[in-house]
């Protein structure tokens, strides 16, 4: 957590090394059709929706389907920083409630790709939720993203 003025921030930081390129795990992130392969917070759901618009100001929207269910959990927002292959930033909003995740309220991703010779790592920030079951909810997601992403795109 940071300190920011006379409030707290609830934030989470996350890193996860890939054996890949920099320039291929930022593509990772940012090709939609890459995307679709592993943006799932679960093993067994998919992605049947991911659009973006990779400038500064772009719109992105990326959505998770529970096969069992048929739930889609969908996520939008914009870019704010943008500098290929170390850096994202974007704002991050669900729509609806989905399941106690903060629908609504926007909060701020950060993600930075560092390079370590033939590795990458992905060093996520998430910050501004309002409370920490919110953060705690979105450790999983990511954590569950991050493994499918080695799972789906980099095994």
């Known amino acids: 957590m940071a300190e920011t003025g006379a409030e707290t921030e609830i934030s989470l930081r996350l890193s996860r090394s890939f054996d890949a390129p920099r320039e291929r795990v930022f593509e990772a992130w940012t090709d939609p059709s890459v995307l ?13 929706l991911a659009e973006v618009d990779l400038r500064v ?8 389907r529970d096969p069992d269910s048929g739930q889609v959990h969908t996520v939008s927002g914009e870019y ?3 500098r290929p292959p170390e850096h994202l930033a974007y704002t ?26 033939e590795r990458t790592t992905v060093v996520l920030t998430h910050r501004g939720f309002q409370s920490e079951e919110v953060r705690d909810r979105h450790s999983q997601g990511w954590g569950g993203c991050f493994a499918n992403l080695g799972r789906r795109v980099f095994a």
Do not use: N
């Open 36 to 48: 679709k392969r592993w943006w799932s917070a679960q093993e067994s759901w998919d992605c049947p």
């Open 57 to 64: 100001g772009g719109q992105y929207k990326l959505s998770m």
């Open 80 to 82: 704010t920083s943008i």
């Open 92 to 117: 991050w909003s669900w729509e609806g409630d989905v399941q106690g995740h903060g629908g609504g309220e926007a909060t701020l991703v950060t993600v930075d790709f560092i390079e370590e010779g």
